[in-house]
């Protein structure tokens, strides 16, 4: 029963700690490597939404919606917070480094310009190849 003596309470808990600190240190120790081992797998199953890469060291998060309260995933995942990165991953969407650093060159240039630029890199880069090579074998069979 907890007691309403605030310092004999906090003698108390002082003294738990104390008595079970190496049997607290080490499950600590094992939840966040199971954490982390979790994060890993769960990592490994997704891929980007732009190319469909899927390895996951060059997978990142992209906030779909830009909000004051967005929190930054490798933050959370560096604080060890991984059931709150796991939330705030449900906000984002994945990306590669290349898609997400074309997707804010993207950005830039429509805020700078005014104009549409293509959201879809490698879906403009593929169709303006196509039609590369379209035009080629055009000439070369004339």
Not at 28 to 36: D, G, I, L, T, V
Not at 95 to 110: M, Q, V
Request: hydrophobic content about 25%; overall charge positive; charged content about 30%.
């Amino acid at each position: 029963m907890p007691t309403k003596d605030k310092e004999k309470r906090n003698a108390t808990n002082r003294a738990s700690y104390h008595r079970n600190k190496e049997k607290r240190q080490k499950r600590n120790r094992e939840n966040k490597a199971s954490a982390k081992e979790k994060w890993k797998i769960f990592k490994s199953t997704l891929a980007c939404v732009q190319c469909g890469q899927a390895h996951p060291a060059t997978l990142d998060f992209h906030h779909i919606k830009r909000h004051p309260d967005n929190r930054k995933v490798n933050k959370l995942l560096t604080n060890k917070a991984y059931k709150q990165a796991a939330e705030e991953v449900k906000k984002c969407m994945v990306l590669c480094s290349n898609c997400h650093r074309i997707h804010h060159h993207n950005e830039r240039l429509e805020k700078k310009k005014g104009a549409e630029a293509p959201l879809n890199y490698h879906a403009a880069e593929s169709s303006s190849s196509a039609s590369t090579s379209t035009q080629s074998s055009a000439s070369s069979s004339k």
